[in-house]
């Protein structure tokens, strides 16, 4: 392993952090004992996006719309699926239909990754071997996998910063600089991983991490303005390479409410409230900061800075300086930041005192190697002095003897083992959150699947009081009116969100919701069968999703259909019967989608808030495809970025001697 680590290879890192997180989560991966998908966010959410994401991607189609859930809807525009994350492509084409252990393998290699991300990082930046482990374990354990989508894209924050760090050591025109562009393209990947919050904090700590640590050298104006151009370019690559995801959510969030359900099963509008100074400290804020080592790793840390030397003590100013502002930032029930996020898209979703614990706990993870690089020098110094002797401290470089590290990571088993009891946790296999049992197939399921087979997916299902998992349309490849998402289209809201009490409103008729599932009997409609607590009822008034509209009497009469199939993002189908006038198909209007009838191209109109076709008297074949211009848009920034890239990496290696 040491001949690799001087190589600068660095694969022992991996080799360490597999090793370890193995051994911590044996039972979960090799028995199955437990699961690491935690909390709603992940069983719920996250766990059920992965489905959708690994059921298309395994037939090579990028799942950019959403046919089940909210009777179709952006799935690349609600960025919190990662529908472009380059990890989420590979689990698709490796675990086709996702079970909860290959989402666990899935975490853990985000695990092993976060560990070796930040090993190299810490390296780089000039630690010894036990500071690196020290603080690599203590970053990769903190990552709470309670929100998949959200810690995935956290993960790349040390590369990040250690890619930068490399660029400024070079002295070449930045366009041919490889290491700001890998820098630009790791930050871009966090939006792509899942989630918008990774991107804007690890900006922020990317920031302050130039201004303490790269302008430390020399405090010049010189100085200034090289890591201003540096800092400037990297923002260009990380947003050409992750335009996709932003261009489509920009579109999509300009057109949504942000929601929530509600304590009665309902929806309510939330637009990013802004709330007041409600908590002197949020207490998961006091928690994580009086949590085991962290005080005195802080305190160490503050002395290192006081009397220590470069470069550790601008690593040491960089983790309190990180760790301050974290804090600060999470003052009050949602933070300071929000009076001024409030008015700005995207930026609005950082918003509450959690959101910035990561931060918080990779500066005390930094704070966490400094300590330990520096302890073992202050005991070989003490003992030098003390005994007279040179044996305390290797002959070769100065560095304390392998003997004195040894013991210091002795003395910090005892409080990162107490560090691992509260964030590597499992969650039961038989916790009703666990991905078995919300998932598990029960008699409603298969028999709804089932028609959804016989009947070509033509209709709809009300979750009534999400009586079963909010996103069991992802999940089971079910057509649902409802879901459980961060945005709702605004359209869909106003039309929809009066009916949520009551499964016989005629909106329903419209959307076509054949099938109701509800904890409780309902009186007028059909009992199909009963689960449990749980009813299935026919409602035998509903419209096919597809059907006649008359705009100046309101009619609608159900559509003859021979043939309908559905793929990711688009949707074919074939009448039985012809008829002339408007088709309607009954999911909300949203730019991007094309239609083609009997082979020529056909304008999609508004009509209410669906999507409605003119058809002519002989016309029975219609496609239905979902191709935003603003992906091709994307596109090219990606191929920008990559043959950048490509070329400033084929210079570097041509021109080598």
């Given at each position: 392993?040491?001949?690799?680590?001087?190589?600068?290879?660095?694969?022992?890192?991996?080799?360490?952090?597999?090793?370890?997180?193995?051994?911590?989560?044996?039972?979960?991966?090799?028995?199955?004992?437990?699961?690491?998908?935690?909390?709603?966010?992940?069983?719920?959410?996250?766990?059920?996006?992965?489905?959708?994401?690994?059921?298309?991607?395994?037939?090579?189609?990028?799942?950019?719309?959403?046919?089940?859930?909210?009777?179709?809807?952006?799935?690349?525009?609600?960025?919190?699926?990662?529908?472009?994350?380059?990890?989420?492509?590979?689990?698709?084409?490796?675990?086709?239909?996702?079970?909860?252990?290959?989402?666990?393998?899935?975490?853990?290699?985000?695990?092993?990754?976060?560990?070796?991300?930040?090993?190299?990082?810490?390296?780089?930046?000039?630690?010894?071997?036990?500071?690196?482990?020290?603080?690599?374990?203590a970053f990769a354990s903190y990552l709470d996998w309670v929100q998949p989508h959200r810690f995935v894209g956290m993960v790349y924050l040390p590369l990040v910063l250690m890619f930068f760090l490399r660029s400024m050591r070079e002295r070449i025109p930045?366009?041919?600089?490889?290491?700001?562009?890998?820098?630009?393209?790791?930050?871009?990947?966090?939006?792509?991983?899942?989630?918008?919050?990774?991107?804007?904090?690890?900006?922020?700590?990317?920031?302050?991490?130039?201004?303490?640590?790269?302008?430390?050298?020399?405090?010049?104006?010189?100085?200034?303005?090289?890591?201003?151009?540096?800092?400037?370019?990297?923002?260009?690559?990380?947003?050409?390479?992750?335009a996709p995801q932003w261009l489509l959510s920009l579109q999509h969030f300009s057109m949504s409410y942000r929601w929530a359900p509600d304590r009665t099963g309902g929806l309510e509008r939330v637009p990013y409230e802004v709330y007041g100074f409600v908590d002197t400290l949020a207490p998961e804020l006091v928690g994580y900061l009086l949590h085991s080592w962290i005080p005195l790793a802080l305190g160490i840390a503050i002395i290192v800075f006081v009397v220590g030397r470069a470069p550790i003590r601008q690593y040491a100013l960089f983790g309190v300086l990180l760790l301050l502002f974290a804090t600060l930032s999470g003052l009050g029930d949602h933070g300071y930041l929000s009076r001024i996020t409030y008015h700005i898209p995207l930026l609005n979703s950082a918003r509450e005192a959690t959101r910035y614990v990561f931060l918080i706990l990779f500066a005390s993870s930094v704070l966490l190697a400094v300590s330990v690089q520096s302890i073992p020098d202050s005991i070989a110094w003490i003992l030098k002095k003390w005994r007279g002797k040179e044996g305390f401290v290797s002959s070769r470089d100065s560095h304390p003897s392998l003997w004195i590290q040894a013991l210091v990571i002795i003395a910090m088993v005892p409080p990162l083992w107490s560090h691992s009891s509260v964030f590597l946790r499992v969650q039961a296999n038989d916790d009703p959150l666990s991905p078995v049992q919300l998932y598990r197939r029960g008699k409603i399921i298969e028999f709804l699947e089932e028609q959804g087979q016989?009947?070509?997916?033509?209709?709809?299902?009300?979750?009534?009081?999400?009586t079963m998992a909010s996103n069991l349309g992802n999940a089971f490849s079910l057509m649902t009116v409802r879901g459980h998402r961060a945005t709702i289209l605004r359209d869909y809201y106003d039309y929809f969100s009066g009916a949520l009490g009551d499964p016989l409103d005629s909106k329903f008729d419209v959307l076509?919701?054949?099938?109701?599932?509800?904890?409780?009997?309902?009186?007028?409609?059909?009992?199909?069968?009963?689960?449990?607590?749980?009813?299935?009822?026919?409602?035998?008034?509903?419209?096919?999703?597809?059907?006649?509209?008359?705009?100046?009497?309101?009619?609608?009469?159900?559509?003859?259909?021979?043939e309908i199939e559905f793929s990711a993002n688009s949707v074919r189908f074939t009448l039985?019967?012809?008829?002339?006038?408007?088709?309607?198909?009954?999911?909300?209007?949203?730019?991007?989608?094309?239609?083609?009838?009997?082979?020529?191209?056909?304008?999609?109109e508004k009509k209410e808030i669906f999507m409605g076709l003119m058809l002519r008297s002989d016309d029975k074949r219609v496609e239905l495809l979902y191709r935003p211009r603003l992906i091709w848009l994307g596109l090219a920034g990606v191929l920008l970025s990559l043959v950048a890239f490509a070329a400033a990496l084929f210079r570097r290696y041509s021109t080598a001697p």
């Open positions: 392993m040491k001949v690799l680590l001087r190589q600068g290879h660095h694969l022992g890192y991996l080799g360490i952090g597999f090793l370890i997180y193995f051994l911590i989560y044996f039972e979960v991966l090799v028995w199955g004992e437990g699961t690491l998908v935690r909390g709603f966010d992940g069983s719920v959410q996250s766990f059920a996006w992965l489905s959708k994401l690994a059921r298309d991607w395994s037939v090579m189609q990028p799942p950019l719309w959403d046919f089940t859930s909210f009777s179709g809807t952006s799935f690349i525009g609600e960025v919190q699926t990662g529908v472009l994350y380059p990890g989420n492509m590979l689990l698709g084409w490796l675990s086709p239909e996702l079970s909860q252990h290959s989402a666990d393998l899935y975490i853990f290699i985000h695990y092993v990754l976060a560990f070796y991300f930040m090993a190299l990082f810490l390296k780089d930046s000039g630690f010894r071997l036990t500071a690196t482990l020290a603080g690599a374990y930045i366009v041919q600089n490889i290491w700001i562009y890998l820098c630009g393209i790791f930050l871009g990947l966090m939006i792509l991983a899942g989630h918008i919050q990774p991107y804007l904090h690890s900006t922020l700590a990317l920031i302050l991490y130039v201004f303490v640590v790269g302008w430390a050298p020399a405090y010049s104006a010189l100085r200034l303005l090289f890591l201003l151009k540096h800092l400037a370019f990297a923002g260009l690559i990380s947003a050409l390479f992750s016989t009947a070509g997916k033509s209709f709809r299902v009300f979750n009534f009081k999400q076509g919701v054949r099938y109701v599932i509800s904890p409780e009997p309902v009186e007028g409609l059909e009992l199909v069968m009963q689960e449990g607590t749980r009813y299935l009822y026919a409602r035998n008034t509903a419209l096919p999703i597809i059907h006649w509209f008359d705009p100046e009497t309101g009619e609608r009469r159900a559509a003859d259909l021979a039985g019967e012809p008829g002339q006038g408007w088709l309607i198909f009954s999911q909300p209007f949203f730019p991007g989608w094309q239609a083609t009838i009997e082979g020529r191209d056909q304008d999609i």
